[in-house]
């Protein structure tokens, strides 16, 4: 992936330094011992490769408090790296496996802006909740929502990485009974799993019952996408034009 071109500067020509501006997204490097490599040959390469492995072992740490929070749904094992696609930075968009950035890890392990702190700890959780959806027992079109509930409990935030619909029916549950709505909830401590573990409860209850029923699904999708209609001042659409949102 190409992200940008920068000028290598020198910090003295008798120190022997120089300096290279990496590109904002690369900031999370910052303090990472990183090897340098160099490729030669007629297009000669410099190859910075960042020592990523307290990223790593936070993910292995995070996994074990996901593992112990849904234990009251069901065992979901061990964290296997093969379930996800490791990436650097989060990408927008991701098919079949569902990715953690470590940049996201770097970005919890450092404690960066809270906004951003806590952003990346719900896409941490959300994508590792899809796979706990999945071994749990959820196909994959609705494991991305049950992920993205998970998030939404633990951290408040709604990664966006399920299904509109889905994601919109599961947060009308908690209307009442919302997410844990403190600024230092964080997903590595027992007692945010404790106050959420009702919750969980009933979005799998629910989660499980859309499995099993598949109509019941389609009909509560089908009345959510008609009450969006409405609030979006579109009700006269014939039910054709308002599937085709769908």
Sequence with gaps: MFVGSRRIRSAGRTSGSVEVTLPPQLHILIEIECRLLLRDGTHPEIVLQPDLSTAHTMLLKLWRWVRAGLAVLGEIGDFDPGAFTLTLLPP????????????????????????????????LVAHMSVVAGVRLGL????????GDTVAYLVTGVAPLTGIECERGLTQQLFQTDGPLDQPDATAFDEHVWATIAPSLTLAWEQFADWQS????????????????????????LPLSEARRID
């Design 92 to 123: 927008r968009h991701w098919q079949q496996r569902p990715p953690l950035a470590y940049a996201d890890a770097l970005e919890v392990l450092n404690r960066g802006s809270g906004d951003a702190s806590r952003d990346a700890l719900a896409r």
């Design 213 to 236: 029923r598949p109509e019941s699904h389609n009909t509560a999708r089908q009345q959510w996408y008609r009450a969006l209609l409405l609030e979006m001042g579109s009700a006269n």
């Design 139 to 146: 196909g994959e079109a609705l494991a991305p929502a049950f």
